[in-house]
Nanobody, 125 residues
Framework: QGHLVESGGGSAQAGGSLRLSCVVS????????MGWFRQAPGKDDEGVKV???????QYADSVKGRFTISKDNATNTLYLEMNNLKAEDSGRYYC???????????????????WGKGTQVTVSS
């Protein structure tokens, strides 16, 4: 049974940066599809960026060129570096994971069986 714990959320000004972390226990992230989803108030959750066990990455167009996903296999930690933040990036960010590679790059919430409790990000303009 996997356990995902996010941290690093907080408040930032538009144009600023935040780095989210997700410490994982119970499985090895190098063998899983890992990623980040987010949910803004009143909206459906959205796939932000994911990375497969083979290193391939998929992301939402809205974060292109601004967000970077990375993994530290030694510490079993997933990161999301968020730069040039915008007010519309505000929301609760969730670390997600799944062992199935087939659906990894589809950014569909149904393809991820492991979810953390999330960390809040608020960007003010």
């Amino acid at each position: 049974q996997g356990h995902l714990v996010e941290s690093g959320g907080g408040s930032a000004q538009a144009g600023g940066s935040l780095r989210l972390s997700c410490v994982v226990s119970g499985f090895t992230i190098s063998t899983y599809c890992m990623g980040w989803f987010r949910q803004a108030p009143g909206k459906d959750d959205e796939g932000v960026k994911v990375v497969g066990s083979d290193g391939r990455v998929q992301y939402a167009d809205s974060v292109k060129g601004r967000f970077t996903i990375s993994k530290d296999n030694a510490t079993n930690t997933l990161y999301l570096e968020m730069n040039n933040l915008k007010a519309e990036d505000s929301g609760r960010y969730y670390c997600v994971a799944d062992p199935w590679a087939g659906g990894c790059l589809l950014l569909h919430r149904g393809n991820f069986g492991h979810w953390g409790k999330g960390t809040q990000v608020t960007v003010s303009s």
